[in-house]
């Protein structure tokens, strides 16, 4: 048995996770803490990148002790220890890899540069096992939103589309501040969505026309779109349908996406479905996707939300996965690449 201990620290969540892996392979998760900056950011409607990485140099060791308090286990039991090494925030990633460095180093055990977009996919194993090969994972964060096609979680990930300008994250980031609801959007809409009609408004599907690129995504037009709908009612004196308008964005989000992630399945001739990231915890979107996977001869997979969302269980999950795949572990002069391409599972 192999306890491997994951840290996170790409944005503004900083994250320390612990997970057992068997002889057999399954993997158990021990502890899974997170304290988070978010409160900090909120003022300012997004991530201010140096208070995220001060946040992290705060968090790190009170988060660290209480992983393992959480887990019954002494820093020594600790096998191997896997970071983010990227994507993110630069200065947030160095505190992480500062971190797992000197952790790795005083324990003399193996350091897993990882990458955070595959940490995401490999959190619904977690909670549903391994994963089939292949699978297509459908990843929607605050800064990304790509469909990717899982070969092998420990080293062949290719991406087959992703957004051409906002991530749908950030899409409910900037359309709860034009509805005046607090930062991070995603669950302030989710909750007015779900008292609002999604019918209501015919807000535009991005690159859904039948020229368009089959695979990629566009946010930005459908944010410009809720503006200037909200805009013009404002002008003209009348009530916002705030519960409405959530309601269908968020259709329209959710729409495009299970349309097009179930369309490269059917096209790659894959059965399985994974939806990771911030996003998944959406409950519309999981609700859409089960109905079109269902109706589609889908397996759809989405981890519980605690495993959605940032957290440093999804890097300690890979980092065993990397384990048992007996993947080379990094050199210790590893450093934070801020754009890791996703096809870069580890470093
Ligand atoms: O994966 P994540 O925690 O961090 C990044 O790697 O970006 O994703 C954060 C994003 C935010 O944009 C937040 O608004 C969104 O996930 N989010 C949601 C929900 N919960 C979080 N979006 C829609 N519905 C939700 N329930
Ligand atoms: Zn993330």
């Known amino acids: 048995m192999t306890v491997v201990l994951g840290i996170e620290s790409s944005c503004d969540e900083t994250g320390v996770g612990i997970v057992r892996l068997g002889s057999d392979g399954g993997l158990e998760l021990l502890a899974d803490e997170v304290a988070s900056s978010v409160e900090q950011h909120a003022r300012f409607g997004g991530v201010v990148p140096e208070v995220a990485s001060r946040a992290h140099l705060e968090a790190m060791i009170p988060t660290m002790k209480r992983a393992l308090a959480g887990a019954g286990i002494e820093l020594s039991d600790v096998d191997a220890v896997a970071v983010t090494c990227g994507p993110g925030l630069a200065g947030a990633l160095l505190v992480g890899v500062s971190a ?58 290719t991406e087959i589309g992703s957004t051409i300008d906002d991530a749908a994250g950030e899409a409910y980031d900037k359309v709860a501040r034009v509805l005046g609801l607090p930062y991070p959007g995603g669950p302030p809409i989710d909750q007015a969505a779900a008292r609002g009609d999604r019918c209501a408004i015919a807000f535009p599907r991005g690159l859904t026309g039948p020229r368009d690129a089959r695979y990629d995504f566009s946010f930005s037009g459908l944010k410009t779109a809720v503006a200037r709908w909200v805009e013009a009612r404002e002008r003209d004196g009348e009530e916002v349908p705030l519960d409405d308008v959530a309601a269908s964005f968020q259709e329209a989000v959710a729409d495009v996406l299970t349309a097009k992630a179930i369309r490269a399945a059917d096209d790659l001739g894959i059965g399985t479905m994974v939806i990771s990231g911030g996003v998944a915890a959406n409950s519309r979107l999981s609700a859409l996707a089960a109905e079109r996977c269902a109706a589609a001869g889908l397996e759809l997979r989405v981890p519980r939300p605690r495993l959605c969302t940032d957290n440093g269980a999804m890097i300690a999950a890979l980092g065993a996965h990397l384990v048992a795949a007996g993947t080379t572990s990094s050199a210790f002069d590893l450093s934070a690449d801020p754009a890791l391409p996703v096809g870069t599972v580890s470093v």
């Open 100 to 157: 797992a460095k000197a952790y790795a180093a005083a324990l003399n055990v193996p350091l897993y540069g990882v990458n955070h977009l595959a940490g995401h996919v490999a959190a619904d194993t977690l909670q549903h096992g391994a994963l089939p090969s292949p699978c297509l994972a459908l990843l929607v964060s605050g800064g990304h939103t790509q469909l990717l096609r899982v070969d092998d979680l420990a080293g062949k990930i």
